[in-house]
């Protein structure tokens, strides 16, 4: 179990994913319960407690592989990203719904019924994903989850050109451990969200975005010029170049998502943390 990173991996002394067996030692192995996000988003705890230190986050229509039940607590794994934690089993379904159509819009109300004047269900955010149903002028049936405009929304294979651009619409939102939606998010939650919009899944954290995209993408470390699409590792922290001279990301610093001098933000996270580790570009 040394060898497996604890962050994806759904083992316990007492209890472990049906996957993990002959990987892993636990008194018993379990095969997981699929159930899906209903609420606009669901933290994933490393405790059952509200109070619990959040790891990531289930956007609506994310599914949650379920391995114990616990006080109203469930723990098991994102489908996702493979996340492991507890999350609140009042904020799941045990239907699960096909997916096929996602949040494109930075963030766009679901209603309780095809009228822009009808109550909002939620407020979902980019990249939540759904089960279309009936339309009704000018919007689509979320099944289980309300009604959402349809110029906010399209089917799953539907990407975005510029995964900067996605990025750069998250400007001025605020930062949130753990976070991955437009109302709060990470550094790791930014990248990963901007680049699933534009096609290409990453993992959460960004220690794993850095292994995952120097297998893919080509380093320019050492190169003295940097591009709009760059995207810079220091040891736990990621951001993306908007252009030549400017620095894209989510930072506890300033508190949101900010853009400013990538030589000023490259000195103080420097100090802070550690020299630039990594620049990649998209190959």
Known sequence: MSTLDPRLTPARPDLAAAHLKGQVEAARFVEPVDRQAIAASVPIRRIP??????????????????????????????????????????????EVEAVDHRVTALRTYAFSAPDLKSEPNLLLSLNCSFRA???????????????????????????ASDFVAV??????????????????????GLVQMALLASGLAVPRD??????????????????????????????????????????????????????????RAEARIREGHAPVRHIFRPA
Request: charged letters at 25%.
């Open 49 to 94: 407690d509200p109070q619990g230190a959040v790891d990531d986050q289930l956007l609506a229509g994310d599914v949650f592989a379920l391995l114990e039940e616990k006080d109203g607590w469930g723990w098991g794994y994102s489908r996702a990203d493979g996340f492991v934690g507890w999350v609140e089993l009042i904020a799941l379904s045990e």
């Open 206 to 263: 960004s220690d794993q975005q850095e292994a995952r995209l120097g297998e893919i993408w080509t380093d320019v470390t050492v190169r003295p010029e940097r591009r709009r699409g760059d995207v810079v590792f220091w040891p736990g922290h990621v951001g993306i170049m908007t252009d030549s001279e400017h620095l894209l990301h989510a930072n506890g610093h300033w508190m949101d998502v900010t853009l400013e001098p990538f030589e």
């Open 133 to 159: 149903g009936r339309r009704e002028s000018r919007y689509v049936e979320a099944v289980g989850l309300g009604w959402v405009y349809t110029g906010h929304c399209g089917p799953l294979d539907e990407r």
């Open 167 to 188: 990025a750069e619409s998250f400007l001025g939102a605020p930062y949130l451990w753990g976070g991955k939606e437009s109302l709060g998010l990470d550094c790791s």
